[in-house]
């Protein structure tokens, strides 16, 4: 540092020279006064740098998630979309005044080759659960990642976010009924980024099958689910962005028990299905910004559609079983916009709708099992949401519930999301 105050003096030395005599003094005294200021400037450089150093080698980093809602529906929530009984059907929803699901989440790099993330759900009654929790590779090279533990699979867009930052407070219907809200697995997962200007991300990913639609099996000393997705993306100018996704999941159920089924004749059992579980997706986003500036206003689309072919055999009333061949070919999708009109403020429009296709139905289940609802579930949603920093969040959602035939729902949610602690950086 006090290189650049003898740079300072030899730059002003022969101004001093040539100077009058009688501002001779005046200029040493600038000059002095200029040195004492470099020297506190130095102490107090050197006093925060331990503190700085201390505060940044904290490891793990954490953070915390606080969320509550209030939720008024018409409705039971817990009851499924027509033709979608034998899904998980977790709406997510409660009604009245509810905390919701925290998040305490922990991540650090473990050595130079290695990287380790844990999220603990704790849920509103007091129990707690692992979300994630994986160990993932940092030095590869060659834009090879490679991933192990439990993790959010990587098909689709939305599956592998957050809760906290979903643009609604609830999952699409397609979300509700194919992936229980969100697929999460135990296995490997490993991507590999192509080093193009396009972007261009191909992973595949082996796991126990844990969570619906697979089973967990105990017995099964092979992988009980395979998942292959791609995404490809790009900039239009520098206001646009967008990308698009393809995903193939293939998983077994086996007895998978599904209760209050409703049968041919308007009775409800509880039926099981044994089986393979095959989906096919595809995904698209489109953001911009002006000039690429997001800060101001913003606009984001995006849309993904999901088909999903069951095939295997179904036993009807378990207490009194009927078992024979059953397949059904079912899909959904949704499309969705937020615009960010001014600072902190946003407003979003979801559309949602699904297909409980026509079953294909062996001679014993004939007359028992409905083979066509001859119903489309749909939902609309809008939301209003204002967000003064990045680590909090208010929101208002209104949503036209006509998932169920001859039983629409008109709900309303309240929700506020707050972040304490270390916040990394959201996906695309």
């Known amino acids: 540092m006090f290189k650049y105050v003898a740079l300072c003096v030899s730059l002003l030395t022969p101004l001093a020279a040539h100077a009058a005599s009688d501002n001779q003094a005046a200029v040493n005294e600038e000059l002095r006064t200029i040195h004492q200021q470099i020297q506190q400037l130095e102490q107090r450089v050197q006093q925060s740098a331990p503190a700085a150093s201390t505060a940044n080698a904290f490891n793990p980093a954490i953070s915390l998630i606080l969320s509550g809602s209030y939720g008024s529906t018409e409705q039971n929530p817990a009851t499924p979309a027509s033709g979608f009984a034998m899904s998980a059907n977790d709406s997510g929803h409660s009604r009245g005044f509810s905390l919701q699901e925290s998040e305490l989440g922990f991540s650090a790099n473990i050595d130079p080759l290695f990287r380790g993330v844990a999220t603990v759900s704790l849920a509103p009654e007091g129990s707690s659960s692992v979300e994630n929790a994986f160990v993932e ?4 090279g060659h834009g090879l990642n490679l991933k192990m533990g439990r993790f959010f699979s990587g098909l689709g867009y939305l599956n592998d976010q957050h809760s906290h930052v979903w643009d609604f407070v ?4 397609v979300y509700r009924s194919f992936w229980d809200n969100q697929l999460a697995d135990d296995g490997l997962q490993f991507k590999w980024l192509a080093p193009s200007d396009t972007f261009i991300e191909l992973g595949g990913e082996v796991g126990r099958g844990r969570n619906f639609p697979g089973s967990n099996r105990a017995d099964n000393n092979g ?3 395979e998942t292959l997705f791609a995404h490809i993306g790009d900039d239009f100018g520098i206001s646009s962005s967008w990308r698009t996704g393809f ?11 599904s209760n209050n089924v409703p049968d041919a004749l308007g009775n409800k059992f509880s039926d099981s299905f044994t089986g393979d579980s095959r989906t096919a997706g595809m995904d698209f986003v489109w953001k911009y910004a002006p000039n690429g500036n997001p800060t101001v206003t913003n606009f984001k689309f995006q849309a993904e559609y999901f088909q999903r072919k069951n095939e295997g055999t179904l036993t009807y009333n378990t207490a009194t079983p009927f078992s024979d061949s ?8 949704y499309a969705q916009g937020i615009y960010q009109f001014m600072p902190f403020w946003r407003a979003g429009i979801r559309y949602d709708q699904l297909d409980s296709g026509t ?6 289940l004939v007359g028992k099992v409905i083979s066509n609802y001859g119903f489309t579930p749909t939902r609309s949603s809008v939301m209003v949401d204002y967000s003064p920093s990045e680590f909090s969040r208010m929101r208002v959602q209104y949503a036209l519930d006509e998932s169920r035939q001859g039983l629409p729902d008109h709900q309303i949610f309240m929700q506020y999301i707050m972040s304490l602690g270390a916040h990394g950086a959201h996906q695309f």
């Open 170 to 173: 609830d999952q699409p219907l």
């Open 137 to 140: 590779t940092t030095t590869l």
């Open 359 to 364: 079953a294909q139905l062996g001679s014993a």
């Open 223 to 225: 992988a009980g689910a």
């Open 326 to 333: 059953y397949s059904v070919t079912q899909s959904g999708w």
């Open 247 to 257: 995903s193939l999941h293939q998983t077994k159920q086996v007895d998978a028990v």
